[in-house]
């Protein structure tokens, strides 16, 4: 089963995006040959509470869950955060978001730890986004950084229930962020290659001999980047890699 991890529905303030919409993103799934998405709501992450928007998510796919699974956002120094969280897992959501640079949250922000803990200790995971657009291309009001290397670290040595899947990291950040854990903490870290690049770096095939093929799982960041840029990374492996297995989401990684 192909899963995308990183998918989102609703509308992006600082430019026009096409097609944001979950008829669209089930086209998408299938020409692709895509079985599944875990889908967030894009207006949330720049909302001070996301709570609306994990309402709206939910109407969207109220009737599309078989194969666009809800990732509602929990911020967790908001109040009744941990109720929101214990909402998502009834709503059958195999993981919750958060957006710390978004929020204002720094990387050893306390409320972030915990969050982290308590999604594991459900079973659920919790993904993080490094970036949505080029640092390059975003728009003058988008002041928000990216994740840092940092964040991600110290949510990884946060518990031994911690389960995180990271989005849209480059090759430079995976390799810092990886070989500065533990063994055990590399473990709870899984990252999708949406903003990796392939031939003729080959930065995947390089990452897949390093890191190992099982710490990655496959996401697009759709409808803001194309599922075709990930696909086409996995189809273009060289043949010493080509046959790795990703990572299996079903269980803790």
Not at 35 to 47: I, N, Q, R, T
Not at 91 to 119: F, T
């Amino acid at each position: 089963m192909t899963i995308d991890v990183s998918t989102f529905v609703g509308g992006y303030p600082f430019r026009h995006v096409p097609h944001p919409d979950t008829d669209a993103l089930l086209r998408v799934l299938d020409r692709e040959e895509i079985d599944e998405a875990w889908v967030g709501h894009l207006p949330s992450v720049f909302y001070r509470d996301p709570t609306p928007g994990n309402r709206e998510l939910l109407a969207l796919l109220a009737s599309k869950t078989k194969r666009l699974r809800p990732v509602p956002a929990v911020r967790p120094d908001w109040p009744r955060w941990a109720m929101t969280l214990r909402d998502a897992v009834n709503a059958g959501a195999p993981a919750v978001r958060a957006y710390p640079p978004q929020w204002g949250l720094g990387p050893h922000d306390a409320s972030m730890r915990e969050l982290a803990i308590a999604a594991g200790e459900l079973g659920i995971c919790l993904v993080l986004t490094v970036r949505f657009e080029d640092l390059r291309q975003r728009h003058a009001l988008d002041v928000a950084g990216d994740l840092t290397a940092a964040a991600i670290r110290s949510l990884a040595r946060a518990g031994d229930a911690v389960r995180l899947v990271v989005t849209a990291a480059g090759r430079e950040m995976i390799e810092e962020v990886h070989w500065g854990l533990t063994p055990a903490e590399q473990e709870r870290v899984l990252w999708d290659f949406s903003w990796i690049w392939g031939p003729p770096e080959d930065q995947l095939a390089k990452l897949f001999r390093t890191i190992g093929s099982r710490r990655f799982v496959f996401g697009s960041q759709w409808p803001l980047r194309l599922v075709q840029n990930p696909r086409a990374n996995l189809d273009l492996l060289p043949d010493d890699v080509r046959d790795m297995p990703l990572a299996e989401l079903n269980r803790a990684p």
